[in-house]
């Protein structure tokens, strides 16, 4: 039995792209998940877009730099994929940090040993949640569909990136402050209008210290408003980052062509 160079070199640079993504999606780059599951994902992805690929392959490159190039040029696309993922999370924990902020938690951070850094309490909540409906709607389909798009727009071993960056950035950023700000809004409607109420009342009755009875209200009425919000963060998941993800993945492969 005789191995083929051509289907070993196409093995090497799908998994070169799939493993990036997989290290850096915030589903599976976690410290949570060991490394023989992210391998194994890994590896079974990539068998089975072998089949599919390979044919769009270009020959093995007959020197070394060209190799090392063609493979680091996979890794750095697998890489733009997962951040783009993360990305779109972390506008849920945006929200959940804007929301502590005004309740009066902003003081408060909890260690997160997922991502190994401190969080807010409901960004925390907010992030496990919208990862949870994500998987549930089938988010890890969404992420595989737009994975097995990066081809047809980028082929195995042909990024350059040299699009315009800037541009695809500000886009980006953009759309995750809008669903930062989507999924913040009840919470934060109501939090304002507690504060406002309590101007209003330190202006009628001097005597009542506002920041001893203020403090509770905004806490009781926040988590209240926060509860009751939560289908708002079914429904950014579902109309705000699964189509987000797609468009997000079109921009980036357009720029890396």
Known sequence: MTLDPHEIWSFLLILARV?????TAPLFGTTGVPMPVKAGFSALVTFTLLPLLRSNIGPVPDDLFTLVAQIASEVAVGLTLGFLV????AAVQVAGTYVDTQIGFGMINVLNPVARQQTSATGQLMLQLSMTLFLMAGGMLYLVGALVASYSVVPAGGAHFAGSWDTVAGSLAGQM??????????AAAVLLT???????????????????VGLPAKIILGLATVSLSL????????????????DAVRMVMSAAR
């Open 194 to 212: 507690v504060d406002v109420a309590f101007a209003l009342v330190a202006r009628t009755v001097p005597q009542m210290n506002v920041l001893i």
């Open 231 to 246: 289908p708002v963060l079914a429904l950014a998941v579902h109309e705000d980052i699964l189509p987000a993800l797609n």
């Open 177 to 186: 402050m809008l669903i930062a700000l989507r999924i913040a809004a009840p």
């Open 19 to 23: 493993s990036a993504m997989v290290a």
């Open 86 to 89: 993360a990305l779109l999370f």
